[in-house]
């Protein structure tokens, strides 16, 4: 198992990023969890989908998207009944799959948990394992090691559940050659452009077709409801930084948390594995062993030729070609057996044999960094921040109340509450009732709503205070108000004069587009002037939009040139097609992996039919009240 992380690192990787953050839609706790139905907004086969578990998934899942398009961002076509819906049919065909994974018996065991973890980048600092990091890093997402390990325990059940049946797919390998070399062919085109534009001064629109475009799209031609506001922000953030960490302060945190500053010794270790499984007969075992014995008395003799044995007879894929080399090791991230010997060794010494459930070790220590405490000035950014974001986090929750307090009881401005925590009223231009980027905070679904009351419109009070982010209050007061009005004709005549131009001119361009490509196929000359030729396939398409793309590749190429058309909207595109550019032998290699692609697709579909099975065979019970009420929100 010790290669068990080195050969499956880019697995590990890609596992680590959906683990790292808050885990997204299910983990064992939610599975195991029952509660009584008043507080459960689904039952799958007797097990609970409570409500606080559906609202937890769903401000994670609004704190993910929100940590990768920015703070800014808008968060609206996230944030909606049908989104909610979605959430929620995840969490049951999740739900399904976990019952599958545990009657499946999978087990992850403590070993391969505890390599996996150990070699995980973001816990590692140098290139080593790091209880501290480990700890910080759970500690920020709100988890603790218990935790954590289970859900990653459990996801990766799960994981080989997936495997076990994605992995058993396969293709023909006849298919898969012929589907390899249909998408290696290239085919090289010319091109000749029709542009709309040349037949517009051939367009006349008269005020009849005008008028009746007019009342046949009367919604196309309103201006939205929109108001002006001004607005107040209270956040954790701001209340910190007005609160500078002393540094009195960051001194006695450190004093108190000088244990989690300690780092543990690491050791660089090589070894030499012979394998032996715990479940071997005898016989292998001793031949194992003695083939170790032999090893070791060799290295005995000749110290220097380790890294060579290594190579040559370790049973170990992952540190063979290394030499043996497993890099730095720490207490606690190997078998205990093999971690007893190697802390033992002093720097330069080898082993005698170390038994464990792997086989036989040799084990030789090649460098030892003795254990060491992180001084104040390493840490004391990172304290300062962890300070100041304390600092902030609990005058938030002290404020928060008498800020909703105020912005409600003196509901006529918002002035009180600005002077009273020492904030900026901020005033925003004309924003519509359709949430927009450029509405910053108040571009929140629940903000826009409240802003577009009746009671914010015609009163002009104060919204309540809203959570629009993570530890983040706002309230609002609208102070300029347009209905949605509809444009007269006159207001846009000439709009739609230009645009039924446009698309009368884009049908001339298409007819005369269709003609020349007909004369082209009856074998006419159309006195066309090509462009330069260039090749395409179904892997590369050099700009072409995809309808375009599917015209030449389905074009009739039994004879050359072949010919195809594509209308965009301005211009239509004639195509010749000169050559066909077939996949060159020494394209073989792209075949296996067209074979591996394609299974590995059918692998998906087997996967998602199976899902999708377990589903239909579910009894699963939606509690709509919960729903709703949770959407309405």
């Known amino acids: 198992m010790f290669d068990f992380v080195l050969k499956n690192k880019r697995f590990i990787q890609v596992l680590l990023g959906l683990m790292i953050v808050p885990f997204a839609f299910f983990g064992l706790e939610s599975y195991t969890n029952s509660m009584s139905g008043a507080n ?49 049919d995840t969490l049951i065909d999740r739900r399904v799959i976990a019952t599958a994974a545990v009657k499946s018996r999978l087990i992850i065991s403590d070993e391969q948990l505890r390599e996996l973890i150990s070699n995980m980048p973001p816990f590692q600092v140098d290139g080593k394992f790091s209880k501290q990091t480990y700890e910080s890093l759970l500690q920020a997402q709100n988890m603790t090691p218990a935790g954590f390990e289970s859900k990653l325990r459990f996801d990766l059940t799960l994981s080989q559940l997936n495997r076990s049946l994605a992995g058993s797919a396969f293709q023909a390998r006849a298919l898969s050659n012929r589907l390899a070399a249909l998408e290696g062919e290239q085919r090289e085109v010319q091109e000749h452009v029709i542009l709309a534009d040349a037949f517009a001064g051939q367009v006349k629109v008269d005020e009849a077709a005008m008028k009746a475009y007019y009342d046949a799209n009367q919604a196309s031609f309103r201006t939205p409801e929109l108001v002006r506001a001004e607005y107040l922000v209270l956040s954790a953030e701001q209340l910190g930084a007005g609160d500078p960490v002393s540094e009195d302060e960051i001194k006695a945190a450190y004093a108190s948390r000088l244990s989690q500053y300690k780092q543990e010794e690491q050791r660089n270790v090589s070894h030499i594995l012979i394998a032996a499984a715990a479940d071997a007969k005898p016989a292998e075992k001793e031949a194992a062993k003695k083939k170790a014995e032999g090893l070791l008395a060799e290295i005995r003799k000749t110290p220097a030729k380790f890294a060579e044995l290594a190579k040559q007879n370790s049973q170990d894929p992952g540190s063979a070609d290394k030499g043996g080399d497993l890099g730095a090791v720490s ?10 010997a190697a802390f033992k060794l002093k720097e330069g010494e080898t082993s005698d044999l170390v038994a464990t459930e792997f086989g036989f070790h040799i084990i030789r220590v090649t460098a030892v960094q003795a254990a060491k405490i992180k001084g104040l000035e390493e840490v004391r950014a990172d304290l300062s921040k962890e300070l100041a974001r304390s600092k902030g986090t609990r005058k938030f929750a002290e404020s928060a109340e008498v800020f909703s307090n105020l912005v409600y009881e003196q509901s006529d401005s918002l002035k009180p509450a600005a002077e009273r925590f020492k904030l900026q009223v901020q005033k925003t231009d004309w924003i519509p009732k359709t949430a927009s980027k450029a509405a ?60 039924l131009r446009f698309q009368e001119a884009a049908k001339l361009a298409r007819k005369d587009g269709e003609a020349k490509l007909a004369e082209l196929k009856a074998g006419k000359d159309s006195g066309i002037k090509w462009s330069a030729p260039h090749a395409v396939s179904r892997a590369t398409a050099e700009g072409l939009p995809p309808e375009a793309l599917r015209q030449i590749l389905a074009a009739d190429t039994t004879k050359l040139p072949g010919y195809a058309g594509f209308g965009a909207d301005r211009a239509y595109v004639v195509y010749r097609i000169s050559r066909i550019i077939d996949t060159p032998p020494k394209a073989e290699p792209d075949a296996k992996g067209a074979l591996a692609r394609q299974e590995s697709q059918v692998g998906g579909e087997q996967f998602t039919a199976y899902a999708a099975s377990l589903r239909s065979q579910a009894k699963v019970e939606i509690n709509k009240a919960n729903l709703d009420k949770k959407q309405q929100q």
């Open 331 to 340: 207490p606690g991230t190997m078998v205990k057996p093999f971690e007893d």
């Open 40 to 88: 459960n907004i689904a039952t799958v086969d007797g097990a609970n989908i409570t409500v606080r578990e559906f609202e937890e998934e769903y401000r994670q899942q609004l704190d993910r998207i929100r940590g990768i398009l920015g703070r800014g961002a808008d968060l609206t076509t996230f944030d909606t009944p049908e989104a909610r819906s979605g959430l929620l």
């Open 440 to 499: 910053g905070v108040l571009g929140n679904p629940r903000m826009l709503a409240a802003l577009f009351s009746s009671d914010s419109i015609q009163s002009k009070r104060n919204t309540d205070a809203i959570e629009v982010a993570p530890s983040t209050l706002a309230s609002a007061r609208v102070t300029e108000h347009k209905p949605a009005a509809q444009l007269k004709f006159e207001e846009v005549k000439a709009d739609i004069d230009k645009q």
